[in-house]
């Protein structure tokens, strides 16, 4: 009982408090890719923040106030990562008047009025300085300008900042949003609580970034699949030679040391028998498919073969939870996708509990045209990741807790 999903979930949610008249802070993530004309390409994340919002709304609070962050903003205010770009969208969604705000002083000055509901929208709070530094002076303005604090931003709960983690210190009541409650129960029910068998399917195009993940979950699942530029390295280790395939010669060690741990744990481990390999990767010319033994000088693989979809596929039709976390190969090229986009069908369509989380793999899910049959898309990339690593999420530590 002391996992870390275990004590995150123990956290108290707006359903724990009486919000009614109350200045409400809610952190949201709404940092959503935009095409190069602010269009919003894929507004999951501010959809996901709706029931938050709208039990505020509901429940009579005096006042909201929505921060965000909205891309990697360096120095200040730079308009492509304006907030201004969510708030049509936010006010279509949610039925209402948003109101835009980009400073502090009239923030502080509109939200002293707390007799009508008002809903604000601050401008992206990664421009200024206190937020990434998580500054204390900034956690104390930000927490002063409410009542209550709501972390719903669990895509942005493994980040240490300002408006994620150090405001809770200069609130009174501080506590959970129904997306990150969500997100906790859906990985409960995979990690914690799962139907065995469980495989978690891997790919992506470093070990170097899943290796945590790797060894950390040893214990919990049944089968391991990976595939993706980070299985490269893996054959590497069996004694295959990639050739001019992306692999981290530093980590052949690590991945010896990973199929020697699921050995050890009696972990299945899946890896690519054949592979589509190209001549080169921005302008193909020479794309085929080969057994892992006979990829060719300078060639380089780019996604999984079809015998290995065949037996991918037929690992997770026989599991009863399926974890998936990074594609299996460049399917950002059309030609390297079918890998991907046939992996995903395949998982969408088994009778498992299926959950998917990282930017990428959510991503080709939906390109996939299969992101409504998933049982749970997280809406964290590196915070999914590391809640399966088993860390605690910053976002979740400084709340209250249910006694
Ligand atoms: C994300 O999209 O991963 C989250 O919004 C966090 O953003 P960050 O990686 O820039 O902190
Ligand atoms: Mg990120």
């Not at 201004?84 to 008047?97: A, C, G, M, S, Y």
Request: net charge negative; aromatic share 8%; with cysteine.
């Amino acid at each position: 009982m002391t996992s870390n999903i275990n004590i995150m979930g123990g956290v108290k949610s707006l359903k724990d408090i009486d919000v009614t008249g109350k200045k409400v802070l809610i952190r949201v993530d709404f940092n959503v890719p935009m095409d190069a004309q602010f269009n919003i390409s894929d507004d999951s994340r501010i959809r996901a923040a709706l029931p938050t919002i709208n039990y505020c709304i509901d429940h009579n609070a005096c006042s909201i106030t929505l921060v965000s962050h909205l891309g990697r903003p360096k120095g200040g205010y730079d308009e492509r990562y304006s907030l201004t770009h969510i708030q049509k969208r936010l006010e279509r969604l949610l039925q209402k008047r948003v109101e835009f705000i980009d400073d502090f002083e009239t923030l502080k000055r509109e939200n002293t009025q707390c007799s009508i509901e008002r809903i604000f929208l601050f401008e992206n709070i990664r421009f200024y300085e206190g937020e990434k530094k998580n500054d204390p002076a900034f956690c104390k303005q930000l927490g002063d300008l409410c009542d209550v604090y709501v972390n719903d931003a669990f895509g942005t709960s493994h980040r240490r900042d300002a408006s994620t983690y150090g405001i809770a210190d200069y609130v009174d009541t501080k506590v959970a949003g129904f997306l990150m409650m969500r997100e906790i129960e859906a990985f409960t029910k995979a990690l914690e609580n799962p139907i065995h068998p469980i495989a978690l399917v891997v790919g992506g195009s470093k070990i170097s970034t899943k290796i945590t993940l790797l060894t950390s979950v040893m214990q919990k699942v049944d089968k391991l699949i990976i595939g993706g530029a980070m299985s490269n390295t893996f054959l590497q280790a069996l004694g295959y030679d990639m050739k001019a395939s992306l692999v981290e010669a530093d980590f052949v060690e690590t991945a010896k040391a990973v199929l020697a741990e699921a050995k050890q744990y009696k972990v299945k481990v899946y890896l690519p028998v054949d592979v589509v390999i190209t001549d080169s990767i921005e302008h193909p010319i020479d794309v085929k498919v080969v057994p892992v033994q006979d990829v060719l000088d300078g060639f380089h693989a780019v996604d999984i073969g079809p015998a290995t979809l065949k037996l991918f596929s037929e690992a997770v039709e026989l599991s009863n939870t399926i974890i998936w976390n990074g594609p299996m190969g460049i399917y950002e090229i059309n030609q390297f996708s079918k890998g991907t986009y046939k992996l995903a069908t395949i998982i969408s369509e088994s009778y498992a509990y299926s959950i998917v989380g990282g930017g990428d793999t959510v991503d080709a899910v939906e390109k996939a045209g299969e992101k409504e049959k998933f049982s749970f898309i997280s809406t964290g990339g590196g915070a999914s990741l590391e809640l399966l690593e088993g860390k605690i999420l910053p976002g979740f530590e400084k709340l209250d807790r249910k006694s």
